[in-house]
């Protein structure tokens, strides 16, 4: 089965930017393993969306590894729309809204 296309959240993008920003800050490899891992990450949803755990209000979510982060995703018939890319620290409710 071919991968699925992948839509961001802007609020997504957003999560995205201040983290990498975040790690920038302290380390330039820090800044590229984060993003290295986010990248990682959105391939193996893309390419087996419902391999992940069902997660809040019709999502799924995979767990970053090395980061405390969890990409939190919904599946649609031709597509993954990345919900959030939610520290580990923060509710869940805080992103429900996009859901």
């Known amino acids: 089965m071919p991968?699925?296309?992948v839509r961001f959240d802007r609020a997504a993008l957003t999560?995205?930017?201040r983290a990498r920003l975040w790690y920038a800050?302290?380390?330039a490899s820090a800044a590229t393993n984060f993003i290295a891992?986010?990248?990682?990450?959105?391939?193996?949803?893309a390419s087996?969306?419902?391999r992940w755990p069902s997660y809040e209000a019709g999502t799924r979510r995979l767990?970053?590894?090395r980061?405390?982060?969890?990409?939190?995703?919904?599946?649609?018939?031709d597509a993954v729309q990345?919900?959030?890319v939610a520290h580990s620290s923060l509710p869940p409710e805080y992103w429900m809204n996009r859901a």
């Open 15 to 17: 999560e995205v930017r």
């Open 67 to 77: 980061f405390p982060f969890a990409v939190i995703d919904r599946v649609s018939a």
């Open 63 to 65: 767990v970053m590894r």
């Open 48 to 50: 087996a969306p419902i």
């Open 25 to 27: 800050e302290r380390s």
């Open 3 to 5: 991968a699925r296309v």
């Open 37 to 45: 891992e986010l990248d990682h990450s959105i391939e193996l949803i």
């Open 82 to 84: 990345i919900v959030a």
